[in-house]
């Protein structure tokens, strides 16, 4: 199964978005959890060394989005299945997650859950009139919980209890590391004689890995194109400064028994279900317009709130019934199959949320990534920033029925409406071949009435 463990052989640079300059207040934090997209762009670049040559069994594709893409231009983009999950802290085998938004520590030392409150009892922070504020009756502590959390935690709070087990630190995880380092010349390769920087490095503790669920299907035969990279183990460059990470492929786990599984079937009993981000989601703004068929698209805010939620009403959007490309259809049949499918009803609607602040993600591009066949775009340079909204975001959807309740956990959590290996649904609008917008279902009821 496409499972692989990463070991650094080194200290690891993974910077944020701001400028490396001592004297704008940063000086160079790299000491961050990467993001999903650092890992996807280490193994994509990895098969462009490996390959510099196009090869028969890769699955290439044009340049540009697909309602704009030119049908006249070449196929230049390479090792177009690739598709990714992760990473997320290894520790003893086990896959670690971030910890839910709405889990707060209580006195003495133990964790409380918040709960949607019922009824005109205080307003919620986020911009939206309709959505209910979040509250709980335990006593507060300024301390947090634990940020990182095991599979059976987070299934245990999914279920609706708050674990006791299975929460770690992140000094259990990994350390920052401050070191000098010197500007480069990026012609001669030497070093620039003016440059001279502090930069914060990761550091991750002994047995500490980072664990990815990562396919690329060859188009000739279906088969797991990843083995052309890495058969068994290999090596692969990751993030700032190209540091080395020795990377095993793990033939005896399984994405269903590294991933938490979210509530399915008859563990939802009631008519609500909430949805609890496992890694980023990216939705943009959206400006009012038609699409290529001539047919209106709605106008919507994007950021913290999904793409697939009225901004006005909360309503899901999202269709119902089987929304996979089947093999061999073409883009605009699947458009248009996927167009005649019916919608959740008005009943099924989004009625709270708690979102942390927004992770920056971006990066740098080189020309290997790019368009080969447009002089415009064959430099190398930044990519695009996004806002996302990040891991342990946690959104409350509230139904008409039990059987609604079922099918929109069916559409929201990674593995679908059952148990699986393979990832059914990545539910960002944008990069969720990198592993954006995995999420996992779980339970949730009203607080009960507080006086205000």
Known sequence: MPIYHLTPQDLLFFRDSRPMEVSVGSGGHGASWPAP??????????????????????????????????????????????????????????????????????????????????????????????????????????????????????????????????????????????????????????????????????????????????????????????????????????????????????????????????????????????????????????RERKDSGDLPIQPHPGGWLPNWICPSTGRVLLKTGDTARWEGQSRKDWREHVRALDSFPESTRLVAARVPKPQVITGWSDVLHLDTADESKRASGPKPTHLAVPAGAVYYFECASAEEARALANTLNWHGAAPGDAIANRRSALLGEKGFGLGVCGTWDHQPAMQP
């Open 37 to 286: 997209s650092v890992l996807y762009d280490a193994i994509h670049a990895a098969f462009w060394r490996a390959y510099p040559a196009e090869q028969a069994w890769e699955a290439k594709h044009r340049f540009g989005r697909s309602s704009q893409r030119d049908g006249r231009r070449p196929l230049t983009k390479r090792f177009g299945s690739l598709s990714m999950a992760g990473p997320f802290p290894a520790l003893a085998g086990q896959w670690l997650f971030p910890c839910p938004a709405d889990v707060t520590r209580a006195e003495p030392s133990s964790l409380a859950l918040l709960h949607p409150l019922q009824g005109d009892i205080g307003t919620s922070n986020l911009p939206a009139n309709w959505l209910l504020p979040l509250a709980t009756v335990s006593r507060p502590t300024k301390e947090p919980p634990a940020p990182w959390w095991s599979k059976a935690a987070f299934e245990s709070y999914l279920g609706g209890s708050a674990p006791g087990a299975g929460l770690f630190g992140p000094d259990a995880l990994f350390e920052g590391e401050w070191t000098t380092g010197i500007g480069m010349d990026a012609a001669s390769g030497t070093q620039d004689g003016e440059r001279i920087y502090s930069a914060e490095y990761l550091r991750l503790r002994q047995g500490v890995q980072m664990g990815v669920y990562a396919e690329m299907p060859l188009r000739s035969d279906g088969s797991e194109g990843m083995t052309k990279l890495i058969d068994g183990s290999g090596r692969i460059v990751v993030g700032g400064q190209q540091r080395v990470c020795l990377v095993e492929r793990k033939d005896n786990l399984t994405a269903s028994a590294m991933l938490p599984g979210g509530l399915i079937g008859a563990k939802i009993t009631g008519n609500r279900v909430k949805w609890v981000l496992l890694s980023p989601a990216v939705w943009p703004s959206i």
